[in-house]
């Protein structure tokens, strides 16, 4: 953990209180909780050891477990075999706005970068041409990427664009959204579908989660100004990263 490690312990002693009626195990979860959401302690920022709490806060390490089980069912907290407990390094993504992955990873201080898993000039699909509006056998370029923020894998991206969008499919380098915006043709507005799912093996190896975890799946329809149909994605995130927001208004 970046910090020292005594300051946190001062910090949870002192929220500890023997003589309160509340649980000792819910005081300490609480302590957690709000020693993370004031980032306290940082997003993949390390918790000292189970058997270390318990002896330095004086309580016992079924106690310890319980708050950490608790803050891991909130999603706070991540189990890594071998390494321990850390702090979730969970993002918000605004579900009303049309933003590219490394805008979203910059504007929350994260470094964001690509692995290349394929980029390819092909021909439309049956299903892709349906809903890009494309006549069979029109050209089309695909980007297949492995996403990353700070080194940790976020999501799997397979994005599907019309050739007339870019010069060339070696066009795009880290942003698909730059190089769009960058030829005239970023998508202005986007239909969005979230659905859960499970992770298979292929996704789960990638993102380094397990087969079976669970996962988000967001399809993107972007258009252009005119009204054309532009981009095409289907984006795989692991569901202890991301949590997808939207604002809602009421109708009067």
């Known amino acids: 953990m970046n910090r020292p490690h005594p300051s946190l312990i ?4 002192s929220a500890l209180d023997t003589s309160a009626s509340q649980p000792l195990y819910q005081q300490l979860q609480r302590a957690l909780r709000d020693a993370i959401e004031s980032q306290f302690l940082a997003a993949d920022d390390a918790l ?34 071998g390494s321990g407990n850390f702090v979730s390094a969970r993002i918000d993504k605004n579900f009303a706005k049309l933003t590219s992955f490394s805008e979203d990873m910059r504007s929350r201080g994260r470094t964001p970068r690509s692995e290349w898993l394929k980029r390819t000039t092909g021909t439309v699909s049956p299903e892709e041409a349906l809903k890009l ?68 093996d292929e996704q789960a190896a990638l993102l380094q989660a397990q087969p079976g975890d669970a996962g988000l799946l967001v399809e993107r329809l972007g258009y252009l100004r005119d009204g054309r149909a532009v981009e095409l994605s289907q984006s795989f995130y692991r569901g202890d990263t991301y949590d997808f927001i939207a604002e809602l208004s009421a109708i009067g």
Do not use: C, W
Request: proline share 5%; net charge positive.
């Open 10 to 13: 001062e910090r949870l002693l």
């Open 133 to 200: 509006a494309l006549s069979p056998g029109s050209t089309v370029y695909r980007f297949h990427r492995l996403r990353f923020a700070d080194n940790a894998p976020m999501a799997l991206e397979y994005a599907t664009v019309i050739a007339s969008a870019l010069p060339a499919v070696e066009a795009v380098k880290e942003s698909l959204y730059d190089a769009l915006e960058a030829n005239g043709h970023r998508p202005v507005r986007a239909l969005q579908r979230l659905r859960a799912l499970l992770l298979n």
């Open 48 to 81: 000292p050891s189970e058997r270390q709490l318990a002896a330095d806060l004086g309580v016992s390490r079924i106690t310890v477990r319980k708050a950490i089980d608790g803050l891991a069912e909130e999603g706070l907290l991540v189990s890594r075999q």
